[in-house]
């Protein structure tokens, strides 16, 4: 029996240990949300009020192609201003993301910037179900 809750205690303090080893710093906190708002923002600005292509039509395969770039070098300036890479934002986000707790704190810390955060469409900003690229 006693070498039943040794082996409990023992797998719990490991998954302690390791959930407090997930805890996003905060300096990467800050930049991650600083960075999703801005990258949110310019998304939002790129496509509104749809008329890139006319009222309800898709756009061809090229004017996807040429959209897919330009959405990638305005993404590469927005994230230069972290510090970031498009590879590197896309790598970590969802680690620090992950850790809601600090995401949380730091906007509450930061009221403009929550303000700007909570404005964001949820189903394309890798919250709530998201089915887009997640930025």
Do not use: C, W
Request: hydrophobic share 35%; glycine share 10%; net charge negative.
């Amino acid at each position: 029996m006693n070498l039943s809750f040794a082996i409990i205690g023992l797998s719990l303090s490991a998954m302690l240990v390791a959930g407090v080893g997930i805890a996003a710093e905060p300096a990467d906190v800050e930049k991650y949300v600083r960075a999703r708002i801005d990258i949110g923002e310019m998304m939002t600005n790129y496509f509104k009020d749809g008329q890139r292509f006319g009222e309800g039509q898709r756009p061809s395969n090229e004017q996807m192609r040429e959209m897919g770039k330009d959405i990638n070098a305005k993404l590469e300036t927005v994230l230069a201003k972290y510090g970031l890479t498009v590879e590197e934002y896309r790598a970590h986000s969802k680690d620090v993301f992950a850790d809601e707790t600090a995401v949380k704190n730091f906007l509450n810390e930061h009221p403009d910037l929550k303000q700007r955060y909570e404005a964001l469409p949820l189903d394309r900003m890798g919250r709530g179900g998201s089915t887009g690229r997640g930025y």
